[in-house]
């Protein structure tokens, strides 16, 4: 027994040295490179490990910044940084490791960041597959894809199509269409003068100030739209859905749930054509809608000052409730 106690004892001490041998050293990487990209241009990232920054701005080119905590994380990964006309690419692998290597830190980046900065008018075709993104200040189209993190875009004049398998997505302040997904976390979207398409697995889905059309899911919590001046069209079978139309807004949409209640506030003024319908709980309506063949306490069918474009709502886990925004 002794002597199993003293081997278990020799080889924890074992362990414990290849551990602290593999463990990086307190120092630190800096490299930084100048690229040629032209105002227009795009700019193309793709890490394979660590997070990822871009900015635009009143710069001349695109200035690269790659740090860490690791001096030797060169033998880790490689960097490309190179430019041809019209484009300028940052693009880093992972070297080989195995054994021992992977098991005791050798996967571990030391906070590996690319900071990139580039002309305003920039396209950007961003991917990382082990850290998030922050992309902000460009103006021109944004494709961003992470594997490794969250996503925070915002201050984007152009189109933006973002999806993370890492964590949220947060999308502010696009001049344009915007086409986001997660499937680890939530989706916020915020002042966006185009249509939105959202949808999550992750988490809920949050849609405020939205002047075209909405489509959003979410089978991962509620769905919950504000301010929104286009057709909606919301589902979640994860939570509750709500919307507020914006005044003036007429165009009608669809409301479903499985997961919870239904509720929506319209303008007193709106033109709309009403198809409200709870399996779940019963359907309320502060509105003077004008009530078309028969009624029960779990549907609604009528018109609202005469009536136009189809509002539908549906929930089977929970009540139907329309509210009025004023107006």
Not at 47 to 70: L, N
Not at 113 to 121: A, L, N, Q, S
Not at 153 to 180: T, Y
Not at 279 to 295: A, D, F, T, Y
């Amino acid at each position: 027994m002794r002597r199993r106690s003293l081997f278990a004892a020799t080889f924890a001490l074992a362990c414990l040295g290849v551990f602290v041998a593999a463990a990086p050293a307190a120092a630190s990487f800096h490299r930084q490179q100048k690229l040629a990209l032209a105002p227009g241009g795009e700019l193309l990232v793709d890490a394979a490990g660590g997070s990822v920054t871009v900015t635009g701005g009143a710069t001349d080119g695109a200035t690269v910044v790659i740090t860490s905590t690791r001096d030797d994380i060169e033998t880790r990964y490689s960097f490309e940084l190179t430019s041809e006309p019209g484009r300028a690419r940052v693009i880093s692998r992972r070297r080989g490791g195995s054994g021992w290597f992977q098991w005791f830190g050798w996967n571990n980046n030391g906070n590996l960041h690319f900071d990139v900065r580039v002309p305003r008018e920039t396209r950007a075709n961003l991917k990382s597959s082990g850290g998030g993104i922050r992309l902000s200040g460009v103006k021109g189209n944004a494709k961003v894809r992470s594997s490794g993190g969250g996503l925070h875009i915002a201050d984007i004049a152009g189109a933006v199509d973002a999806s993370s398998s890492g964590g949220g997505v947060e999308v502010k302040q696009v001049r344009g269409d915007v086409l986001v997904s997660s499937s680890g976390g939530s989706v916020d979207v915020e002042q966006v003068t185009g249509d939105v398409t959202a949808e999550s697995s992750g988490g809920g889905v949050d849609i405020a100030a939205v002047s075209g059309n909405v489509d959003a899911s979410s089978s991962g919590g509620g769905v919950h739209v504000n301010g929104v001046g286009g057709r909606v069209t919301a589902e979640s079978s994860g939570g509750s859905v709500s919307a507020v139309l914006a005044a003036g807004n007429a165009a009608g949409g669809s409301l479903s749930s499985s997961g919870g209640g239904v509720s929506v506030a319209i303008a007193s003024k709106a033109r709309l054509s009403i198809d409200a319908y709870s399996s779940g709980g019963s359907v309320s309506c502060e509105l003077p809608v004008q009530r078309l063949g028969k009624q029960s306490r779990t549907a609604l069918r009528g018109d609202l000052n005469g009536g136009g474009a189809l509002l539908k709502l549906r929930s089977s886990g929970g009540g139907v409730h329309i509210d009025n925004s004023g107006g």
